[in-house]
């Protein structure tokens, strides 16, 4: 049976506001996104992933929803949406919305009317009395001692309805009640119309945490916190999988073969195997977070310390070993919530930025399953460099740096722990030239450009065939060509070296050979330990030019070599 069409596709996903400005009010919007799309088609990419253009009172910057049917005038009309569609199906690329459905905004008219206890919506929203034996409103009286993913307590006091209502995020993001099938049946019905306007389908934003386990009750608090992040009450609920089925049946998703990826929280490889099994009518893939707190120094998300390379690969091995026979991965590094991965995990300075760039690209595309860029990776865009929390936007990092601040840390630590980790380092506007505010709008940008904007920019790179554009572009050329890319079976090789990333993957007697140096220095390949080199074909190369000492890899140098087994 043929493979399925996105076993060999590449997601390019947009942040649409800080794409690209069309109308100089300093925030990215759909035109600027029309006006850009040769740029994307130009990679060689399947799959365009738009981060929320609804509308929104953009408290989390558009995953605050207050209606699912239209289109926030920030970023344009339904009338440019329509026609982002048709462009994008022009130059064959399928375009998927991202769905948020755990929570809405606090301004949607469900959760307004639903604030009336008399409302037939009140039960759309997880409304709940305050703890007993304490006052409505006073500290303690929260109902549960869970935490929001952006500080303080998961339960905002109502004082009209004199009850708490539940938000894993923002106070301005209530949860929806997925128990209540008025609640899914709207969500279907919306999810149906944008099929029906030509939407090829959705990521899932925290898919994972719609089914909550009842009833709701306290959960462990770590030394030093004041609430509970026990994720277990949240995360992978008891009716998970019926809801996901039911939502697929609902809205056609496996019937009409539209794209699905499920953004999930603390999933471990077997949840996500059940959830992406080809046997039920689930998801295509999920997006996992393991790999992304490798790097976190402790249980604070904002300390960092640099990654174990053979913690980073050892994880990424898990993933492959553990949807080998069944499920599918996704594979990324960057996307709007993440730090730069070439400030991250490669050397973002001058000299080496642009091949560790490359060579983080060619091991990530190199294993199996789907891999996603984010708008500005393919140019090896770095963190955002920021100093004053005066210059930062996003909630998460200014509530952070408030309660910090609040408990007496030192501001100067709470901004180093910003600056590796902040959601904001992804958000900088996309640099398409080296003039003014690097062609990205003609006012003021809603967050500031990166300074290094001369030396990074898409006009520089995509006539450029030594550049990280040029890369991304042969990379997934390599995905689209050779079957093996898609379906090789994975092996890693010297898990315990610290400066190497050595890995095979293996069709038949055929298959390929990633040898790449995740370090700063020269370092010595030992082949006598790796596949015979000797009529291995030289499929990509990280330098311009075949090493001159195959047993020698260059500073961030990596190779994809074709060989026999
Ligand atoms: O991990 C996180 C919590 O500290 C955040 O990076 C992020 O909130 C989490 O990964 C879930 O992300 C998704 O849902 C959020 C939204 O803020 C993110 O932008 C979205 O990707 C709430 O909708």
């Not at 993933?319 to 995990?345: C, I, K, M, T």
Request: with cysteine.
């Amino acid at each position: 049976m043929d493979a399925p069409w996105w076993k060999s596709a590449v997601v390019y996903q947009i942040y649409p506001r800080s794409f690209a400005d069309s109308n100089g009010d300093g925030v990215g919007d759909l035109r600027g996104i029309i006006d850009h799309l040769d740029h994307v088609a130009g990679l060689g990419v399947d799959v365009l992933w738009l981060s929320p253009v609804y509308r929104s009172p953009m408290d989390d910057m558009g995953y605050d929803i207050s209606d699912y049917d239209d289109v926030d005038p920030l970023f344009g009309t339904l009338a440019d949406l329509d026609e982002l569609i048709a462009a994008a199906h022009a130059r064959g690329l399928k375009l998927v919305m991202d769905l948020v459905v755990n929570h809405t905004s606090d301004e949607h008219p469900w959760f307004e009317e639903s604030r009336d206890p008399a409302s037939d919506k009140r039960d759309w929203y997880l409304w709940r009395p305050a703890r007993a034996g304490h006052e409505p409103g006073t500290p303690g009286a929260e109902p549960t001692n869970w935490g929001s993913f952006f500080g303080g307590s998961a339960w905002q006091f109502d004082e009209r309805s004199g009850e708490y209502y539940l938000h894993l995020f923002s106070r301005k993001q209530p949860d929806l009640n997925w128990e209540n099938p008025d609640v899914r049946a709207a969500v279907y019905a919306m999810m149906r119309g944008w099929v029906a306007r030509g939407v090829d389908g959705f990521r899932m934003d925290v898919i994972n945490l719609i089914s909550k386990t009842y009833p709701m009750t306290d959960g462990a608090v770590e030394p030093g916190q004041s609430v509970s992040f026990e994720l277990e009450k949240v995360v992978n609920g008891p009716r998970l999988i019926e809801f996901i089925e039911e939502m697929n049946r609902e809205v056609g998703l496996s019937e009409k073969h539209l794209f699905t990826v499920g953004e999930m929280v603390a999933v471990d490889v077997a949840h996500a195997r059940a959830y992406t099994s080809a046997r039920h009518p689930r998801l295509n893939m999920v997006f996992t977070f393991e790999h992304m707190s490798l790097d976190q120094d402790g249980p604070d998300k904002f300390r960092y310390r640099r990654v174990h390379l053979p913690d980073l690969k050892r994880n990424l091995a898990l993933w492959q070993d553990g949807l080998a026979e069944e499920g599918w991965n996704s594979l990324y590094w960057d996307n709007h919530d993440q730090p730069r991965a070439v400030s991250r995990f490669g050397d973002d300075s001058p000299e080496h930025r642009v091949a560790s760039a490359k060579t983080l690209a060619t091991v990530l595309h190199l294993h199996r399953g789907t891999p996603f860029v984010y708008q500005g990776e393919e140019l090896g865009m770095t963190n955002a460099g920021l100093t004053r929390i005066e210059d930062y936007r996003d909630i998460e990092a200014l509530n952070y740096y408030a309660e910090a601040v609040a408990r007496g840390a030192d501001p100067a630590d709470v901004l180093t722990g910003l600056g590796h980790r902040s959601r904001d380092n992804a958000r900088t506007p996309v640099c398409w030239t080296d003039g003014p505010n690097a062609g990205f709008t003609t006012g003021t940008p809603w967050l500031p450009v990166n300074g290094n904007y001369r030396e990074i920019n898409a006009a520089d790179q995509v006539d450029d065939p030594a550049s990280v554009y040029a890369h991304y572009r042969r990379l997934i050329a390599l995905r689209h060509d050779l079957e093996v890319v898609r379906e090789g079976r994975f092996e890693l090789l010297l898990p315990d070296d610290e400066r190497l990333w050595v890995f095979t993957r293996r069709l038949g007697s055929e298959g390929l050979l990633v040898v790449a140096n995740l370090t700063s220095g020269v370092v010595g390949l030992p082949v006598a330990e790796l596949p015979n080199l000797d009529d291995a074909g030289l499929l990509l190369t990280s330098l311009p030019r075949a090493a001159d000492d195959p047993q020698i890899l260059e500073p961030w140098e990596s190779r994809v070599y074709a060989v026999r087994f």
